[in-house]
């Protein structure tokens, strides 16, 4: 459980409190129902990470809804989140965050294809040890309204290291440089950190 999800149902717990203090079932059980969920979607699972590593790992919970090249030249996986996955985001591959930047925007339905460039996203690039950079984008959605970064520009990450957090649900893009070959194709379900959705040739 990530500590957003406290935060969230602190008052969701007092309103149950005063709900069952007043005798009020029919407004405590719809709360009680909603702070279930609240608990459901922070959860923050552990990953078996892949040890090879030549691999590339997705770096969110979902649907892979678009493997195909952009304008510039790199082929994009884009996977999409509902509402019911892991809202934990992970690094892809290890090394040093070298680029970090905020991109506002609209707020697009997450599996529409123009959510990747209109809707507000944080693009991250990591460049591992032999000088490999991957470029990977958290885009908010219709629901989810905020990004929270949890690593920073300069910072070092393993492959598979929690990096932020979208809230609700949301889209991630991954910008494969021509030396990845895809693992994955449209209509596959990946999970964060464990899914491999490519691989360095």
């Known amino acids: 459980m990530v500590k957003d999800g406290f935060y969230f149902n602190i008052p969701v717990l007092a309103l149950i409190a005063v709900c069952l203090a007043l005798g009020l079932w029919a407004w405590a059980v719809p709360l009680i129902l909603l702070g279930g969920f609240v608990l ?6 552990e990953r078996e990470i ?3 590593p030549g691999a590339l790992v997705s770096p969110a919970d979902g649907k892979v809804v678009q493997v195909e090249e952009d304008s510039s030249g790199l082929l994009r996986v884009s996977i999409f989140l509902s509402v019911f996955d892991v809202h934990v985001n992970r690094a892809p591959i290890g090394g040093r965050i070298v680029r970090q930047d905020y991109h506002p925007g609209r707020f697009l339905l997450a599996f529409d294809e123009r959510a ?3 809707n507000e996203r944080l693009v991250l690039t990591i460049e591992d040890e032999a000088g490999r950079q991957l470029t990977f984008a958290l885009i908010t959605g219709l629901i989810a309204r905020r990004i929270v970064p949890w690593k920073v520009a300069g910072e070092e990450v393993a492959k598979g290291d929690r990096i932020g957090l979208i809230r609700f649900g949301s889209r991630v893009d991954v910008f494969l440089p021509r030396q990845c070959h895809p693992e994955v194709r449209k209509g596959d379900r990946v999970m964060g950190g464990s899914s491999v959705i490519a691989r360095w040739s």
């Open 40 to 45: 459901y979607f922070f959860r923050n699972p």
């Open 50 to 52: 892949p040890a090879d």
């Open 116 to 118: 990747s460039v209109e």
